[in-house]
């Protein structure tokens, strides 16, 4: 491949691959989304590491699971001194551009970025702190069945105020990028908030589907203590839900696959108006899934498929070839990855260790590795729960609950729960000795349960006097934009104008 190519990241937001046409879904409709798939290349199992935004996106920007940088929730702080990705990819040249949801918490904003074009649409303070020793408290600001008791269209909501930003700012940046002197590549990540929760969408996209096509819910209700615990959280119990509740929440969630995808469709359509196509390395992602009632559960804080299971498409067909990769991957691994090629392939210096994989061979088709490693240390769970996918084997472990061992090839929807059956004691034995030996479970809880009560205590602290927001305020200097008296009219309409204006010959 050539040397450093610009990167475009198009990452969607509780987005669950299993919807998708190109990850076998039926309903949704995703031209966009579906084109890139077609000519490049789909891992078909890609897999979220921790099953929630924040910790999620640490994984993202470190390459390292939440244990190894205290991202451990949605009001965890991501650490400024450990390297991101776009430090990686800022230290080897490129422009490094997020616009977007990024859920950073904490006062640094940036990680790496060195261009910032939108707020957050969440916070960047503590306030979010599970506490794990007051479980049976639910929390307030979390998540509850509103969304789907009040699912239905709509003509404007604060999730599409925001994404429209986002569209807007990823195109307008791509026009600045081509008409500019800057000679470095790229790499712009636009991150849109749909199709999160709440589930409504304006009505164009409502009736792109119609009532009778809307797929209802598989699999029975689970009645393990990890769901009843989920119950719990999003407050399933408070309120009944009925099968239209479910069919109407789902419906407006289709809307908003294809809201997110018409979008990615503009930004696609500007970076090719632009003639930065050709040299750009396009990949569509998400930070985790949505159960969509899939065993009587909704939202995510799980690893069954429907909430860990993530699209991962890499469409780069001047360096890849058009395929599928069966191979079980991870967000983890994108740091390696990126940091690859920009190095024109290179394996770089990792300032420090790193849980991720070059996806390189698998793009190249030369091997790779068949394995993800999840933990997710946030709301749901009053212990660590740990994941391992290797092949077509899944095995999920926290000391609170009895394991579960599936077999997805057999049972793709986790019906049948291996743990219990006795022809299976070996495998189980040998899951049980991994996690042995990769996690001090005990002692990360005590680490987890510390980190909860320290961020806790802030937050109550900063409540008394005046407050000092850590939100993301993006620069605008409009002394600089338009029209302005700082060279001749004539020169700087030509320097606004794409492409250059020839005279006829």
Known sequence: MNRQPNILILMADQLTAPVLAAYGGRVAKTPHIDALAEAGTVFSNAYCNSPLCAPSRGVLMYGRLPSGTGVYDNAAEFPSQMPTFAHYLRHAGYRTILTGKMHFCGPDQLHGFEERLTTDIYPADYAWTPDWANFDVRPDWYHSMESVLQAEPCVRTNQIDYDEEVVFTARQRLFDIARGNDPRPFCMVASFTHPHDPF??????????????????????????????????????????????????????????????????????????????????????????????????????????????????????????????????????????????????????????????????????????????????????????????????????????????????????????????????????????????????????????????????????????????WDWLPPRDASQMYVRNSMPLEELEAMARFPKWRATP
């Open 200 to 469: 409504t969408i304006t009505q164009d996209y409502w009736d792109r589907y119609a009532a009778r096509d809307i797929d209802m819910p598989r699999t029975p209700a689970d009645t393990g203590p990890h769901a009843r615990r989920l119950r719990h959280v999003i407050g399933m119990d408070q309120q009944p839900i009925t099968n239209a509740n479910i069919r109407n929440a789902r419906h407006a969630y289709y809307g908003e696959v294809s809201y997110v995808d018409d979008n990615i469709g503009r930004i696609l359509a500007a970076l090719r108006a632009a003639k930065l196509a050709d040299n750009t390395i396009v990949m569509v992602i998400a930070d985790h899934g949505e159960m969509l009632g899939e065993r009587g559960l909704w939202y995510k804080m799980n690893y069954y498929e429907q909430a860990c299971r993530i699209p991962l498409i890499v469409h780069a067909p001047q360096y890849f070839d058009a395929g599928r990769v069966a191979n079980c991957v991870s967000l983890a691994d994108l740091l390696p990855t990126l940091a690859e090629f920009a190095g024109d392939g290179a394996a770089p210096d990792y300032a420090m260790p790193i849980d991720g994989r070059s996806l390189l061979p698998h793009l190249s088709r030369t091997g790779g590795h068949d394995e993800v490693i999840g933990e997710y240390l946030a709301e749901g769970v009053v212990a660590p729960m740990v994941m391992i996918r290797r092949g077509t084997q899944k095995f999920i472990h926290t000391p609170t609950d009895p394991d579960q061992l599936f077999d997805l090839a057999t049972d793709p929807d986790e019906q049948r729960n291996l743990a219990t059956d006795p022809a299976h004691a070996a495998t189980l034995a040998a899951y049980r000795a991994d996690v042995d030996a990769q996690w001090d479970l005990d002692a990360l809880g005590a680490q987890v349960q510390e980190s909860q009560r320290h961020r806790l205590f802030v937050v109550d602290a900063l409540r008394h006097g005046r407050q000092t927001a």
